[in-house]
């Protein structure tokens, strides 16, 4: 326990940031929160436009979000569409990722090129596009073509963390092991593949949800105030009641730090969960 | 060798696997594309191949959507990467683990934090009573507005900032990873100074890093449309605006207008991606050995 006998790790403990790490790691946290902090405060402030400090605090508007009509419609409506969409993408992505990992190495790049394509594809361009060829009923403008729009968007989303988890696992080992004992094709996926793979699974999940719960564009441009959404009720508010807005965003926010929390949390499971599987090879 | 024949042999019915996603991207992703080249080349009466649609957007209006746009993106694209990069640098070196890890996950929430929340937040501080309005006039005496207006391009460059400097800070981390600790003490042997090992050692093998930032930075906010859709509406054009509002049917104009903005935005943004793509294969050298 003398501190003389380990001079290094002294040292290294006492190594404190520079003056300049300090100040631009500060200027980068106020950037960053003060915004965020801002709209918290601004949610449940009085009246915040003469003072620097809001001159009293108050629930007031968060009752008065709650209570706005759509409030529940609109919350209601984007629980719907982002559970939806994370099912669709499970269901679509998942078993092609499996597919490709196992049987069709040579399609790789293929999916690599499909999966990434959303990303070069701004959302009024993919909203532009979908109205234009499906204009005819039921599907024009309706909930379920913007489930398969939203789904092209957030597909990287899944597409990442699933394709890493699989990459991670001797899949093709494992399939072969299973299909060796007599096992098929669908009860290797879902009795050895899936189980495996489930940390991958969440977090691509939680980030699909996160980022449809969010969206705006696709849902305003393809069906707008015929399935009002949570982000479409924040921006009307913008307009009418400020205070309604922060407390509108507010809980937008929130839920996207939650989400985030739940994201890391479950990777840090995973981690633990590949190392250990590491180490019990 | 049976291996190989087997696979071989299940090459055809292995390409069925893929069907179901290739069908659902060819409905949702490629087919639609396809549509929108058509249409932007096409008179809609005669069916006939034409221009008229691209000589369209030579007319003012499309033609500051565009220099907006690129303006907008290219600028918070350029004060990204250089931002990003010295506070990427400040955390990469930071001694403290913890505080590392707190400020990587920081920058992974915030990039996400764009769109109709984030822009009311900059309303809150920045607006004609914001915080920062607010403290700026009664401490230092200064008044913000009218020179300054949220609502307006110097606004948005801010708004859009928020994103792109934390998308910056998660893209050159790994960058940084790849100037290894031998290499400045080599050089220092040698007798080089800082300024030197960075100028002739850290920009070159970082700077893959840093074009694939601004190219990737660019696409993000050339796409982007939510924020800004919030902040100025109608008092500035932008491309993805201007095809909002024709899809929405706010203007009276033809769509095939908008389908040849998609078209050139969607060459703009490809382009853009692609040198990004280059850019990180390059940078995945120094990553490698």
């Known amino acids: ?281 | 060798m049976t291996q190989k024949t087997k696979i071989k042999a299940h090459g055809r019915s292995n390409w069925l696997g893929l069907l179901p996603f290739l069908l659902f991207c060819l409905a949702f992703e490629i087919v639609p594309i396809i549509f929108l080249l058509r249409g932007s080349f096409i008179e809609k009466t005669t069916g006939a191949l034409t221009l008229e649609h691209y000589q369209a957007l030579n007319h003012p209006l499309y033609i500051n959507s565009f220099m907006n746009s690129i303006k907008l993106s290219g600028l918070t694209a350029l004060i990204g990467v250089v931002l990003g990069t010295f506070i990427g640098y400040a955390i990469y070196r930071w001694p403290s683990r913890g505080m590392r890890e707190t400020l990587i996950t920081l920058s992974d929430v915030t990039t996400n934090f764009a769109g109709a929340p984030l822009a009311f937040a900059f309303v809150v501080i920045l607006g004609l009573n914001g915080v920062i309005t607010q403290f700026l006039m009664q401490y230092m005496h200064y008044e913000l507005y009218p020179g300054f207006s949220i609502y307006s391009f110097s606004g948005l460059i801010l708004a859009y900032v928020y994103f792109q400097l934390p998308l910056m800070v998660l893209l050159v981390l790994p960058a940084f990873a790849g100037i290894k600790k031998d290499w400045q003490e080599s050089a220092q042997s040698l007798g080089a100074d800082t300024f030197q090992f960075w100028w002739r050692i850290g920009v070159p093998v970082l700077m893959p890093s840093l074009i694939a930032g601004l190219t990737l930075l660019f696409a993000n906010a050339f796409g982007a449309y939510a924020t800004a859709y919030t902040l100025v509406q109608a008092k500035l054009s932008l491309v993805t605006l201007q095809i909002g509002y024709m899809i929405a049917g706010e203007v009276r104009q033809d769509q095939a207008i908008g389908m040849a903005m998609a078209i050139l935005s969607l060459v703009i943004m490809g382009l853009s991606i692609a040198i990004y793509q280059l850019s990180t294969l390059r940078a995945r050298r120094w990553s490698k050995s």
């Not at chain 1, 915040?48 to 706005?68: S, V």
């Not at chain 1, 993919?126 to 968007?153: E, N």
């Not at chain 1, 069906?223 to 959404?229: D, L, S, Y």
């Open chain 1, 1 to 281: 326990m003398d501190p003389l006998s380990t001079p290094k790790n002294e040292t290294k403990k006492k190594l404190r940031p520079a003056s300049w790490q300090v100040a631009l790691v500060a200027i980068f946290l106020f950037y960053m929160l003060l915004p965020i902090i801002s709209t918290y405060v601004f949610s449940v402030a009085t009246r915040w436009d003469r003072t620097i400090l809001p001159e009293g605090y108050t629930l007031e508007f968060y009752a008065k979000a709650i209570q706005a009509s759509y409030f529940t419609i609109t919350l209601r409506n984007s629980f719907i569409l982002s559970i939806s969409t994370v099912l669709v993408s499970l269901l679509i992505i998942v078993p092609t990722v499996y597919w490709v990992h196992t049987r069709l190495g040579r399609a790789k790049p293929l999916l690599d090129i499909l999966m990434i394509l959303p990303f070069g594809i701004p959302t009024v361009v993919l909203a532009l596009a979908l109205i234009q060829v499906y204009h005819f009923p039921p599907l024009a403008r309706s909930p379920v073509l913007l489930i398969g729009a939203v789904v092209v968007y957030s597909m990287p989303f899944m597409y990442r963390p699933v394709s890493n988890a699989l990459q991670a696992l001797d899949v093709q080992t494992l399939t072969e092991a299973g299909q060796s004992l007599g096992a098929n094709i669908f009860q290797v996926l879902y009795r050895i593949v899936i189980p495996n793979i489930v940390t991958g699974l969440l977090s691509g999940s939680l980030l699909v949800f996160s980022t449809v719960f969010a969206e705006y564009t696709l849902t305003s441009l393809i069906v707008g105030a015929r399935f009002k959404t949570f982000p479409l009720l924040l921006v009307e508010f913008t307009r009418i009641n400020g205070n309604i807005a922060a407390a509108f965003s507010v809980i937008s926010f929130t839920i996207a730090w939650l989400v985030s929390m739940l994201i890391l949390w479950v990777g840090s499971k995973g981690q633990k969960a590949t190392t250990e599987g590491i180490r019990a090879h």
